[in-house]
C-alpha cells in the first residue's frame, strides 16, 4: 500500500510540473501601494524636447530605453545568460530610431558629475561599450539645458550639410 500511495504521488507531482503554461496569476500583495513616478528631472525633459525638435522627420525619439530592449544578444547557454543578467536593469537616457527599418540607429546618454570611479560611471561605460559592441551610434551629452537646436542637430550628427 505504501507503494501504491507513492507512485500516486509521484504521479499527480509529475503531472503538475508537466504543464508549464500554467502559473497562478500574480495579486499585489496587501500592504503594498503602487504610484505613478515621474519619468524625466526638467533637465531631462529640456533636453528630450530639444532632441525631438533636432531629429525630427529623421528618428523616432524614445527615453529611459531597457539596455535588453535595444540590443539582441546572441550566444550558447549561459554565455547568453549571464550577459542577460548583466544588463537586466540597465537602461540608456535616449534612443533615435529610425521610423522606417524600426533600428535603433543612436543612443544618447546624459553625462552627469559622478566622480570619476564610482558606479555609476562604471555602469555608464560598460553601456557605450555594448551599445557600440553592437554597432551603434553612442553619443554623450553634459546634462545642461543650454543647447540650441542646431548644436544638437550637429552634435547627434543630423545637421544638413551645407
Excluded: C
Excluded at 14 to 37: D, E, I, N, W
Amino acid at each position: 500500500i505504501t507503494s501504491l500511495l507513492a507512485l500516486l504521488l509521484w504521479r499527480v507531482v509529475a503531472a503538475g510540473r508537466r504543464k508549464p503554461g500554467r502559473s497562478r496569476p500574480f495579486h499585489l500583495p496587501s500592504g503594498v501601494t503602487l504610484r505613478p513616478q515621474t519619468l524625466f528631472t526638467d533637465t531631462e525633459l529640456l533636453l528630450y524636447n530639444l532632441i525631438r525638435m533636432a531629429v525630427q522627420d529623421r528618428y523616432l525619439v524614445f527615453a529611459q530605453v531597457p539596455l535588453w530592449g535595444i540590443l539582441s544578444v546572441e550566444g550558447e547557454g549561459q554565455l547568453r545568460t549571464q550577459v542577460l543578467r548583466h544588463i537586466a536593469l540597465k537602461r540608456v537616457d535616449f534612443v533615435l530610431v529610425h521610423p522606417g527599418s524600426r533600428v535603433v540607429e543612436q543612443v544618447v546618454q546624459l553625462d552627469e558629475d559622478f566622480p570619476a570611479e564610482s558606479d555609476d560611471q562604471v555602469r555608464r561605460r560598460e553601456i557605450q561599450e555594448m551599445v557600440q559592441a553592437a554597432g551603434i551610434r553612442f553619443t554623450t551629452l553634459i546634462a545642461r539645458p543650454t543647447y540650441s537646436v542646431q548644436e544638437l542637430e550637429r552634435l547627434l550628427g543630423v545637421s544638413d550639410p551645407e
